[in-house]
T-cell receptor
């Protein structure tokens, strides 16, 4: 059974810092990995999707890497801003499970002005 | 150009009553998923649809839960004889096609269900 773990559970940083969120998964036979952002009382917003054959994806100040063999992914946020405050979730899918996602518990990020 | 739409946004119901939650996916998305998010827990998969069929219902917690999708579009999640442990946020998501390696999921804002 696939298990996804995110570390740390919560993170508080001053504005402007570069930071790294970590995600690990137990079964390396993944199809893709997605990073999401969730604001309080809202649904999830897809940030980045890395296919199993890829090593990283970038979007603006966000960079996500994937090391399938070791079961790890990192989300790097450059020059953090108060508007980045949210819960960040990573999720993995397997083709044999219909691309349903298995989610981690999330990292709650607070960026202080 | 709307995203995934869910209704109602909030629902308070008495224990034992039935509830229906609705999801309108993004137009043209053939895959539709229901997840549940409980306080202090992660997102829990419930069911997914490819078109109008549900190849995987394994996440439905009991036979009180059922879902259908019509016309390859709107989906309804029904909970019969609600219990307090059913209280959660129910999230719907859609993607362009199931099984596509590069097809991200797009989520609605969810329905917050409270069973009193």
């Amino acid at each position: 059974k696939q298990e996804v773990t995110q570390i740390p559970a919560a993170l508080s940083v001053p504005e402007g810092e570069n930071l790294v969120l970590n995600c690990s998964f137990t079964d390396s036979a993944i199809y893709n990995l997605q990073w999401f952002r969730q604001d309080p009382g809202k649904g999830l917003t897809s940030l980045l999707l890395i296919q199993s054959s890829q090593r990283e994806q970038t979007s603006g100040r966000l960079n996500a890497s994937l090391d399938k063999s070791s079961g790890r992914s990192t989300l790097y946020i450059a020059a953090s801003q108060p508007g980045d405050s949210a819960t960040y979730l990573c999720a993995v899918s397997r083709r044999t499970s219909g691309s349903r996602l298995t989610f981690g518990e999330g990292t709650q990020l607070t960026v202080n002005p | 150009g709307a995203g995934v739409s869910q209704s109602p946004s909030n629902k308070v119901t008495e224990k034992g009553k039935d509830v229906e939650l609705r999801c309108d996916p993004i137009s043209g998305h053939t895959a539709l998923y229901w997840y549940r998010q409980s306080l202090g827990q992660g997102l829990e998969f419930l069911i997914y649809f490819q078109g109008n069929s549900a190849p995987d219902k394994s996440g439905l917690p009991s036979d009180r839960f059922s879902a259908e999708r019509t016309g390859g579009s709107v989906s309804t999640l029904t909970i019969q004889r609600t219990q307090q442990e059913d209280s959660a946020v129910y999230l719907c998501a859609s993607s362009l096609r199931q099984g596509a390696r590069n097809s991200p999921l797009h989520f609605g804002n969810g329905t917050r269900l409270t069973v009193t």
